[in-house]
């Protein structure tokens, strides 16, 4: 796909994705944003695991990083008397460098590390940083940074609701985040990630140097989170450091996974789970008669157990994940309809390359969320 | 939705473009009719129920200490509802967790309003996870009644005229602890542990209003189990009156690790940490009781044994509650539910939202405390004053006057009045 294709295609789903939000009511529309937000970050990760082979356990950490880059660059440009959109746009500045610097060092370290290693690492990180951030007196311990508010601009307060508004800034970041990354992927550097992740050997004999190759990813990746976190914190006006726990990394991380590791609609579908799945579960033990304790007790941990089940369901029947399937399902029909047509030659150019149905998918990044 | 069915299914990608313009254009003549939608009158308002809400810790590690609160109020609103209701409604109490994660509180509170259609959000728990949602209540006027949180922050009628405390604050805590202590210990070295939020920030000025600078002031961070450090440091400075800004499971961390360390001194501790019978959970029962002979704590809820209310509040524990342990949360969950029925019960035949607030800032609905409510159009501070708990061979009781105070340098004074008494069997009447 070329470039201007993308381009062109970033702009008419962002534009459709906006008109959508015309069909919600405020609380799908913030579930939307909420749903944007962790895009940013899932799409960061399935690019990272699935393009360039490296497996990370604390996206959420970015996230935070990228919450915390906005948060205070936000503060400090209220207290320096700028608002409206210069403040947005400075805070997801400061979202972008805070989350690449953290990014870029992990990334720096990751390129010397591989397989349970960098795991290890990045688990490390995602244990860190909101304990960091709960004892550093500037970011305001366990209560966290909060932030102005951010109203509906005024020409348009009669026509949208404030979740509506968060909406469309939050699919307006989620869009920037992933074009930039489809057009990683399907740039040069994407191509060189595919080679590095499949045989490293063969990639620098080819004149690439991985350790590059493999630290670009990961500032990317990084920075899609951060965006991600921003984007979170521009709707809740809140950064704390429970809000980014470990739960969350291996969460996004399972999502990719059960979305379809490497494809970007795997992404989409995935960050849809992480947000519906905890509500769905919730409406459910509500609507069953169960005593309270019960419910209590499901409300926190049914979700994490019904994630879990998918994984295990879709890894052992569908490895592509739901996007996986749902192009595999595409491809079955495809050969049926031109097997019936009289000599219209198999399709060869499906699927796609993404790395959904092919089983050449690196080992460990599928089979560490399982452990997890 | 037929733009969405249409958009989904469309296959040829010659019919895309054409699609997504019909679809573009439906969808902006969908924009007037749904930006304009409002609420109904009411929310929240049923011909035979009332639904209100809150967000409570029900799992992570908050909920240890705070879960049974919502519990406590269920319980109570279940008596009052086998009682009739208000004005032949019952009260409808929707307990959302939220892990007291901001972040999902901010979630859990949009679907209350949203989807739930709350009348009020009532006691909404915690000063992190309460302060992301306040803006949100009060832009959309919900009411937000009793927040379970000693913050002086919800009480700001101009900047939050739909936000009401339920604790007395902080810094009012602080200055009558510091008075007690100042007449009651002689030649006494003071010192603070204080958690490091608002909490200990304003209970310490409260302290240091009426004590000046203290020897040692030492705060901790609810994420770091280990307060041996603190601890330690107040023995170092020679503490001999330790006040405690701590939650209850810091409380008995502290005590715990003076005891370890041998280090005897006289606690005294803020009400949201100082509940006796929790305490001892945490302490356990063998050297819990020995730990706290002595413990000293404020309290604005009523608590002696043989307290009228008490004693109402633990027959409704045993009939609505499954007999759960009775605690100083129990109090507190029961005594929000009975404020909240009052004020429902003044707010009108019909209460609306508006109606709601009015009661309150009228200055009509008194409460339970051992100081009654001084809502008004002015403060949404609840409780002026508080009194002094001592334990003393395993019961926690009141001990001289209670007493008020403002949260300036205003001077700490006795409260002549009485607790409010209990009429009604405890169902508030119109």
């Known amino acids: 796909m070329s470039a201007r294709r993308t381009l062109l295609l970033a702009a008419g789903g962002l534009v459709l994705a906006i008109g959508a939000t015309f069909l919600l009511d405020p609380f799908r529309n913030y579930q939307l944003a909420l749903v944007a937000a962790y895009l940013c970050a899932t799409a960061g990760l399935t690019v990272l695991v699935g393009l360039s082979g490296q497996l990370s356990l604390g996206h959420a950490a970015l996230m935070a990083a990228g919450g915390y880059g906005y948060a205070l660059t936000v503060n400090a440009l209220t207290g320096a008397g700028v608002d409206g959109v210069a403040r947005f746009l400075g805070g997801v500045a400061g979202a972008v460098v805070v989350s690449g610097v953290v990014g870029l060092l992990l990334g720096l370290a990751g390129a010397r590390l591989h397989g349970p290693y960098l795991a290890g690492l990045t688990l490390t990180l995602v244990v860190a940083v909101p304990a960091v951030a709960a004892s550093v007196p500037a970011l305001q311990g366990d209560r966290g940074v909060r932030t102005a508010f951010d109203g509906v601009p005024g020409p348009l307060r009669s026509l949208i609701a404030l979740e509506q508004w968060q909406a469309w800034v939050a699919l307006a970041v989620a869009a920037v985040a992933v074009t930039g990354l489809v057009l990683l992927r399907d740039g040069r550097a994407g191509l060189r990630m595919r080679a590095v992740r499949d045989d490293e050997v063969a990639a620098a004999l080819a004149g690439i140097v991985p350790a590059r190759v493999k630290v670009l990813a990961f500032a990317a990746s990084a920075v899609t989170a951060g965006l991600g976190g921003a984007v979170l914190v521009f709707v809740t006006q809140s950064v704390s450091p429970g809000a980014f726990p470990l739960a969350l990394s291996l969460l996004l991380l399972v999502a990719v996974v059960v979305g379809g590791l490497g494809s970007l609609l795997g992404a989409a579908l995935g960050a849809v789970l992480v947000v519906l799945l905890p509500w769905l579960v919730g409406a459910a033990t509500d609507a069953l008669p169960l005593p309270a304790a019960v419910v209590q007790r499901l409300d926190g941990t049914l979700a994490s157990l019904v994630f879990g089940l998918l994984l295990i369901v879709l890894v052992a029947g569908a490895p592509g994940g739901l996007a996986g399937a749902l192009t595999a399902a595409r491809a079955r029909r495809r050969t049926r309809r031109s097997l019936r047509g009289a000599a219209a030659p198999r399709p060869t150019d499906d699927p796609p390359a993404a790395l959904p149905t092919t089983p050449s998918t690196p080992r460990e990044p599928v089979r560490t969320p399982t452990e997890g | ?430």
């Open chain 2, 1 to 430: 939705m037929t733009t969405m069915s249409q958009l989904r299914t469309r296959t040829r990608p010659t019919r895309t473009h054409l699609a997504r313009t019909a679809g573009t254009l439906a969808l902006v003549a969908v924009v007037p009719l749904t930006a304009c939608s409002t609420p109904a009158a009411s929310p929240g308002v049923a011909e035979e129920t009332v639904t209100i809400g809150t967000h409570a810790p029900l799992t992570g590690p908050a909920a240890a200490g705070y879960a049974s609160i919502s519990a406590a109020a269920s319980a109570y609103f279940d008596y009052l509802n086998d009682q009739g209701g208000i004005h032949g409604r019952t009260i409808e109490y929707v307990v959302k967790d939220d892990a007291y994660n901001p972040a999902t509180t901010q979630t859990v509170v949009r679907e209350l309003v949203q989807e739930d259609q709350v009348l009020a959000v009532v006691n909404g728990l915690g000063t992190p996870t309460h302060g992301s949602v306040v803006d949100y209540l009060n832009e959309n006027g919900v009411p937000d009644l009793f927040v379970a949180s000693g913050s002086p922050a919800w009480d700001d009628p101009e900047a939050h005229p739909w936000t009401f405390a339920f604790n007395a604050d902080y810094v009012t805590e602080g200055k009558v602890l510091a008075h007690h202590a100042q007449e009651t210990y002689d030649d006494a070295v003071f010192c603070v542990l204080g958690q490091d939020d608002d909490f200990g920030t304003d209970f310490t000025a409260g302290l240091t209003t009426v004590l000046g600078e203290l020897a040692s002031t030492q705060t901790y961070s609810v994420s770091n189990q280990d307060v041996t450090a603190q601890v330690g440091a107040m023995q170092a400075a020679g503490c001999t009156v330790n006040f405690l800004a701590t939650v209850n499971g810091f409380t008995a961390l502290a005590l715990g690790t003076a005891a370890k360390m041998g280090y005897r001194a006289q606690w005294v501790s803020s009400s949201s940490g100082g509940d006796y019978p929790t305490l001892v959970g945490y302490l356990g029962e063998e050297v819990g009781p020995a730990l706290l002979q002595g413990f000293v704590s404020t309290n604005y809820l009523p608590f002696s044994p043989d307290d009228p209310w008490v004693e109402l509040f633990r027959r409704v524990n045993d009939e609505y509650n499954d007999g759960a342990p009775f605690t100083g949360n129990t109090v507190y969950g029961m005594s929000v539910a009975y404020t909240f029925a009052e004020a429902l019960a003044r707010a009108g035949e019909d209460p609306t939202r508006e109606s709601l607030v009015e009661a309150l800032e009228s200055g009509d609905v008194v409460g339970n405390g051992i100081v009654p409510l001084q809502f008004s159009a002015d403060s949404h501070a609840a409780f002026g004053g508080v009194g002094i708990t001592v334990v003393d061979d395993g019961v926690q009781d009141y001990v001289g006057s209670t007493w008020t105070t403002d949260r300036g340098d205003g001077p700490v004074t006795p409260f002549d009045g009485e607790p409010v008494p209990l009429e009604d069997e405890g169902v508030p009447q119109p």
